[in-house]
């Protein structure tokens, strides 16, 4: 779909063209025709809305007494769509729910207090029962973080709640679990993952039940596992065409994985300095690196560079240019065969036409030593000010 919705005091329609094949035309038209859906509060009980919002105002201390909230929540949607008298118990019961998850707190002046796991769960982002999940998980990383292998920051990196993942696919699961190495293993250990259960799972092809909490956090270790391999393989620069078959997804996921990882990432990382925890800070800081340009350790020099992504980085790393000093000291000319070695279908289109992307290249070589320059510059300056 494209349009416009109009320029604001100036226009007074907007327009939108849906291009779409004959066979859904109906179902287009039908959509079209619809009625707009009723707008519905978010705070409702069926939605749950409430929790994160009452979290929201006392962490910034908006409302920190019983009457500002309540005069709060007077202001909202849902105090007319609800009767007042349940609305008023529906607050209550939703501020002790948060006090038994110890992310608010109450003096004796009935004033309440924002602990720092609503902080870290605010300032992250996340609803108030993912931040108790990820609170709980961090927790256990601080008593048994595995240090020798990537696997456990990967899976701490991976979306609570992942979209696109689906049904677990058992037996993949237990082949890249077979695959592992003994730190690989302990990971799995320490995240709560039983080997026993893959096992059992891919043999009956059954899926995990998720009737209460406990069985829903059981589910959500386990799905987040499935896809911390996904994550694992994509920044160890796997093409994804080959990952998505393995994993027989939609290479769609997969890009959606990629893209919300990072952003997961650096509210992860804002949650571990939030709560004091420094040093889990400074591992899962080094690897978010590797998760922004999808390559492993040795390219992080090079992937700082635009137009050098992971697989131009890697052609760069093979071809003797291994740092952004050889880079910047290279003949825009060298490059165009290393940049034509990264895009292998462009190599073997026909002459006239690989001549003009050629020129495209050359000008992109060009683009490339100076940023390279630049940053090398940049690098040289940085230690000259630290020797004085």
Known sequence: MRGRAGRKGKDEVGESYLCCKNETLGDAAQILGADLPVVESSMTPAKRGIKRALLEVITIRLATHMNAIEDYIQRTLVSHTMEKATLKEWVQRTIIELQTTGQVTVDTNGLYEATPLSRA???????????????????????????????HVFYMFTPVNIWGVGNIDWRIFRDEMERLDESGMRALRFI????????????????????????????????????????RDLCNEIPMPAIAR????????????????????????????????????????????????GARADLLELARIPFVKSRTARVFW??????LRAVAAADAKELVPLLLLAQPKRYNAEKAEDER?????????????????RLWAREQQFEIEDEE
């Open 121 to 151: 769960t605010v300032g992250s982002c996340m609803t108030p029962e993912d931040g108790v999940f990820v609170h709980d998980q961090l927790q256990q990383g601080l008593r048994a973080f595995v240090m020798d292998g990537e696997l």
């Open 192 to 231: 709560g993952v039983k080997p026993a259960l893959v096992h059992t799972m891919a043999n009956s092809g059954a899926q995990l039940p998720e009737d209460g909490p406990e069985q829903s956090r059981i589910a959500r270790i386990y799905r987040r596992c499935y896809a911390a391999f996904q994550l």
């Open 246 to 293: 393995r994993y027989g997804i939609p290479r769609g996921n997969l890009q959606t994985l990629a893209q919300t990882c990072e952003g997961f990432a650096a509210g992860m990382i804002h949650f571990c300095d939030t709560m004091g925890w420094g040093m889990l800070k400074s591992v899962l800081e080094h690897m978010s690196d590797r998760l922004k340009v």
């Open 318 to 323: 093979e071809n003797g240019m291994q740092s």
């Open 357 to 373: 992307y050629r020129q495209k290249l050359l000008l992109r070589s060009e683009v490339i030593i100076e940023a390279a320059n």
